[in-house]
């Protein structure tokens, strides 16, 4: 059984690029949520998919978007990167019927933004 | 809005003694709290859960309280040891929503 495993670890952009962040759910979940952690505060949920649908999402502007394949893998895109967006960027599966208790977090992706 | 909050940003403890790590809602919408611990350079790992329909989780050396009248909970961890130094989350959630974290503690407990 695998973990959930995100990639790149670190990415380095400049203001007003894009950024495409990946994650591999962790075997048997169909549940995605990203998390953005700024440095000093918790993560803060941008958005859920559930089936390749979205399932939910927090106070983020549309310029943060996602997706997920039947695979269940996702992907986080940033387009117009602005410096407040460097942060660490965290990936969570859990299965259906689950309340947190399965939500496996990958290791992150240290995004910085010049 | 911050719906939940850890005040204190750090707690130094000796080892074997108790740790006492504590987190204030906002939310009476809040049905599910968790705690997560998380190292550098990983990401958080689930560590206890309480319902809010219980006052009280235990999990060996990992208990963690609610007391909704306060919407307050705590996490003690008895007897504390040098492996669990890390910055601790906690979480919580409505209705399986998403979690809202709290900014963390970070524990040291010394040798």
């Known amino acids: 059984e695998t973990g959930v495993t995100q990639s790149p670890t670190h990415l380095i952009k400049t203001r007003g690029q894009q950024v495409t962040l990946r994650c591999s759910s962790q075997?048997?979940?169909?549940?995605v949520s990203w998390y953005q952690q700024a440095l000093g505060q918790g993560p803060q949920f941008i958005f859920q998919?559930?089936?390749?649908?979205?399932?939910g999402r927090g106070n983020f502007p549309p310029r943060f978007s996602g997706l997920q394949f039947p695979n269940y893998s996702s992907e986080l895109n940033v387009n117009a990167l602005e410096l407040d967006d460097s942060a660490l960027y965290l990936c969570?599966?859990?299965?259906?019927?689950?309340?947190?208790?399965?939500?496996?977090f990958g290791q992150g992706t240290r995004l910085t933004v010049v | 809005d911050q719906q939940v909050k850890q005040n204190s940003p750090s707690l130094s403890v000796q080892e074997g003694r108790i740790s006492i790590l504590n987190c204030d809602y906002t939310n009476s919408m809040f049905d599910y709290f968790l705690w997560y611990k998380k190292y550098p350079a990983e990401g958080p790992t689930f560590l206890i859960s309480?319902?809010?329909?219980?006052d009280k989780n235990e999990d060996g050396r990992f208990t963690v309280f609610l007391n909704k009248s306060a919407k307050h909970l705590s996490l003690h961890i008895v007897p504390s040891q040098p492996g669990d130094s890390a910055v601790y989350f906690c979480a919580a959630s409505d209705r399986g929503h998403d979690m809202r974290f709290g900014a963390g503690t970070r524990l040291t407990v010394k040798p």
């Open positions: 969570a599966s859990s299965a259906p019927g689950q309340r947190g208790t399965e939500a496996f």
């Open positions: 998919y559930y089936r390749e649908e979205e399932n």
């Open positions: 309480i319902s809010s329909i219980k």
């Open positions: 075997s048997g979940h169909n549940t």
